[in-house]
């Protein structure tokens, strides 16, 4: 990213003019009234320092450290073109956020505000510097040196479905995203090779999915060495190809599991059942599904992603006539639809729940398909539906493992993120992460406590102040929803 040995025309900046006195002889000031005066909707530019040492005035508004969420299109940004660069982004009255494409569809983002005093960071090829106390940051945002504090905040990066990027909000893990989780190949004892197929690997969560790698599994005293796969890449969005040969097999149903994982996913390794199925011409048609259960969660008012399931004809000959109909169980209905793509196999079953206004609970359903002249089959769906609010899977945060343990930045809630608590093995709490006094991100402590780093307020695992030079209230507490033993929580 070009310097500029002053601050750039093309970011819009200019060098303090108010008479207010500056110990540091002189220097340039960056506060909320001078950056946002010259900013537009969305300005790019690059902070520079107007000198080299010395304190300056704190700002007149802090601003918030973690802006909302907003739409960003890399492809209008120059200096995003290429691995490693960088630019300041700046959206509406929100705090500048440095953006880096750090991979060849990879971007990270850290909220420019310091933590100390809430002055604007400066931006310079060989790192980060804040001008107010000389605290000096790493490119990825990490505290080096200078005045103590914590590391830049840094913000949620996600990609949208046509290339561009929301941009802000509270960084949350990443999570691991398979397009679907089955795939059949179909041939006969007489036919060719089947086609090879894609499995597409994202990450539906924030920050970066590295690490990928798959491993292979054979059903139990099954034939083995039928399928190969091949990993594009080892970061998301990476593509998975799979192929079969049959070989020497014969007539009959192959089964295999390939598991694929990635680093600090908050949701695990997942799995994908790939399924081998070797015809014999002269049998009678027969209806196999890809599988015969499926499970679905969503909050209150949520759109869970729809998942397919594969109808084929495992027998010889064809098979027409395929239908699907639903039967639900006690306590709600019309909340599910199942389209089939064709009347003949192999058909794509797509099933799809709506939540809608269904109330927080468990429910059921079956679905039959049916064909011409052969046996139906039935899959069975569950549905849980989660109490409004924020989320929260417990194993994507092993501090809450313990009773004590503090996790924070879990999500957001009202705009602000928020820190969970273990008080028992059966009960959690909740809490912003704005400290009381002056509105500051605060920080967890050996996954223990809290601490404001703006004045050292220090607060314990249950949010009550402690100790710092000036009085804090306690931090605000939040309402959660846990039933116990669920792997997940509510928060609102």
């Known amino acids: 990213m070009p310097l500029d040995p002053s601050f750039s025309s093309s970011a819009g900046l200019a060098p303090d003019t108010s008479s207010e006195p500056s110990p540091c002889g002189g220097c340039h000031r960056l506060d909320r009234r001078q950056f946002l005066a010259s900013a537009s909707v969305l300005s790019l530019g690059v902070l520079v320092s107007g000198c080299g040492d010395g304190i300056v005035s704190a700002p007149e508004q802090v601003l918030d450290a973690v802006p909302a969420p907003f739409r960003l299109d890399p492809a209008t940004v120059p200096e995003l073109a290429q691995i490693g660069g960088r630019s300041v982004v700046v959206s509406g009255t929100s705090a500048p956020v440095l953006v880096e494409r750090v991979g060849s569809a990879q971007f990270r983002a850290l909220s420019l505000v310091c933590p100390h005093r809430g002055t604007i960071v400066e931006v310079a090829s060989s790192g980060l510097r804040c001008p107010n106390h000389e605290a000096v940051f790493a490119n990825d945002g990490t505290w080096l040196g200078g005045q103590p504090t914590a590391g830049l905040t840094p913000l949620d990066v996600r990609r949208n479905s046509d290339g561009s990027l929301m941009v802000g909000g509270t960084l949350t893990p990443p999570v691991l995203g398979l397009d679907r989780s089955t795939v059949v190949f179909l041939t006969t004892l007489t036919g060719n090779a089947p086609a090879a197929q894609t499995v597409a690997i994202n990450n539906d969560g924030g920050g ?19 399928l190969s796969l091949a990993l594009s890449q080892a970061s998301a969005p990476a593509t998975l190809s799979l192929s079969a040969q049959r070989g020497t097999l014969p007539v009959g149903t192959y089964t295999a599991t390939v598991s694929i994982t990635g680093a600090g996913v908050s949701n695990g390794a997942q799995t994908l059942t790939v399924s081998l199925l070797v015809q014999d011409p002269t049998t009678p048609a027969a209806l196999q599904l890809s599988t015969s259960s499926l499970a ?24 027409a006539g395929l239908a699907a109909t639903i039967a639900y169980s006690a306590g709600g209905t019309g909340w599910l639809t199942a389209t089939l793509n064709q009347t003949t196999a192999p058909a794509a079953l797509t099933v799809r729940p709506t939540v809608g206004t269904l109330a927080a609970g468990s429910y059921s359903a079956t679905i039959t398909i049916s064909g011409t002249g052969v046996a139906a089959r039935t899959i069975t769906v569950s549905l849980t539906v989660t109490a409004a609010g924020l989320l929260v899977t417990l194993a994507a ?38 400290c009381p006094h002056a509105g500051t991100t605060i920080n967890v402590v050996n996954g223990t406590s809290f601490r404001c780093p703006n004045h050292g307020a220090l607060f314990n695992s249950a949010g009550v102040w402690q100790s710092s030079p000036q009085r804090a209230e306690n931090l605000v507490a939040l309402t959660v929803t846990y039933t116990p033993g669920a792997t997940t929580l509510s928060v609102t």
């Open 208 to 226: 970066i999915l590295s690490g990928l790698a798959v491993t292979l599994i054979y059903g139990p005293g099954q034939r083995t060495g039928w």
């Open 397 to 434: 945060w092993p501090a809450l493992a313990n009773v004590g343990g503090v996790a924070g930045s879990v999500g957001n809630v009202n705009g602000g993120p928020v820190a969970v608590t273990r008080l028992s093995a059966t009960s959690f709490a909740a809490f912003s992460m704005r």
């Open 296 to 319: 679905f969660t969503a909050p209150i008012g949520g759109i869970p992603a729809a998942q397919v399931v594969q109808c084929i004809n495992s027998g010889g000959g064809s098979l």
